[in-house]
């Protein structure tokens, strides 16, 4: 036995006394957040593996741990209830967590909705660890202050024994089978669920291309685009992007003038200049806003203003026929 714990009694003795719950929940904390934010990992299912979890569960049982640090038991009958004394049992603090964490993320964000960090990633991730290791931090030392005896443990070394017993050593035939099975069984929800999380179903694969422009209070409208322009003078229209696309994708927005001739389809480009390009890379989800001074130097009447998007390469002659999404404008240029 002393040859197996060795390697416990190198580590630290406040590492040591640290309850192994509360060491664990440290530890998730940590690694959704390594999940979440380093470059190669955030890109995995790994974020989804430790966030689920951390939203849900963590913070709550970090907290319940904080409320109760003392060992849940039942009192006989001769014993008096106590409030506060009897503590609650491993199922009441489980439900407990799943409830808190339910309460607690929520207003959490509802405070960081009032601040000037608002609710995004990074600060929902920082104050709920900042919850969480505080809540752990208290509910330590409010386990050291009670006799041993009377401390919250969760009994995983029984466990562990328990279970080798009933694998290695079950009473008759039956067990073993009943055994194989509920292993078997745990295999395959496993499996199930990581097949889940490592392969999600996709939905519908798109980019978001959009014109808008800035009305007197100050909001931003899909209307009032400009029509009239003069030769060297500019005006101002808002381009957008929103990748829908489940993948990283480097767009590149072309800015063509052309004057057209024709009506409805039937209409060709007799003279085309490009304007300008613009590129940038989005994520998935995010989206790209960025107000953009159209100068036209073409001057004449019924002139289209082009805007080309698209994902990757750009061909050598940009038209709006090998354009992944087109927009335009009928403006006039004196």
């Given amino acids: 036995m002393a040859l197996d714990h060795g390697w416990w009694l190198l580590l630290p003795k406040p590492i040591r006394r640290f309850p192994a719950d509360l060491a664990a929940v440290v530890v998730l904390t940590v690694l959704t957040a390594l999940a979440v934010f380093l470059p190669g990992l955030r890109e995995t299912p790994l974020r989804i593996l430790f966030g689920l979890p951390f939203v849900l569960f963590v913070p709550g049982y970090a907290f319940v741990a904080a409320l109760f640090p003392e060992q849940g038991r039942s009192p006989t009958s001769d014993e008096e209830v106590v409030d506060g004394e009897q503590g609650i049992d491993a199922i009441e603090r489980v439900a407990l967590a799943f409830g808190m964490s339910i309460a607690i993320v929520p207003l959490l964000g509802l405070v960081l909705n009032f601040t000037p960090w608002g609710i995004r990633l990074v600060p929902i991730i920082l104050s709920v660890s900042g919850f969480t290791i505080g809540a752990v931090v208290v509910a330590a030392f409010r386990r050291w202050e009670l006799p041993a005896e009377e401390r919250f443990s969760v009994p995983y070394r029984e466990w ?64 009032n685009y400009p029509e009239e322009f003069v030769q060297g003078e500019s005006e101002s229209v808002i381009i957008g992007i929103e990748n829908q696309e489940h993948e990283t994708v480097d767009y590149t927005v072309v800015v063509q003038l052309e004057r057209v001739e024709g009506e409805g389809n039937e209409t060709s480009v007799t003279e085309r200049e490009e304007l300008d390009r613009i590129s940038t890379t989005l994520g998935h989800g995010e989206t790209w806003q960025e107000e953009y001074s159209v100068s036209p130097t073409m001057t004449g009447e019924g002139l289209r203003l082009t805007f080309l998007l698209y994902d990757g390469e750009v061909p050598a002659e940009p038209t709006r026929e090998n354009a992944y999404r087109e927009l335009h404008l009928w403006i006039d240029v004196e």
């Fill in 160 to 223: 562990i024994a328990t279970g080798r017993t009933e694998i290695l050593q079950p009473d008759d035939r039956t067990d073993a089978m009943l055994n194989v099975v509920l292993a078997l069984s745990i295999v395959l929800a496993l499996g199930s669920v990581g097949f889940a999380v490592a392969s999600p179903q996709d939905g519908e694969q798109f980019s978001e291309f959009y014109l808008l422009t800035e009305d007197d209070d100050g909001e931003l409208v899909a209307d």
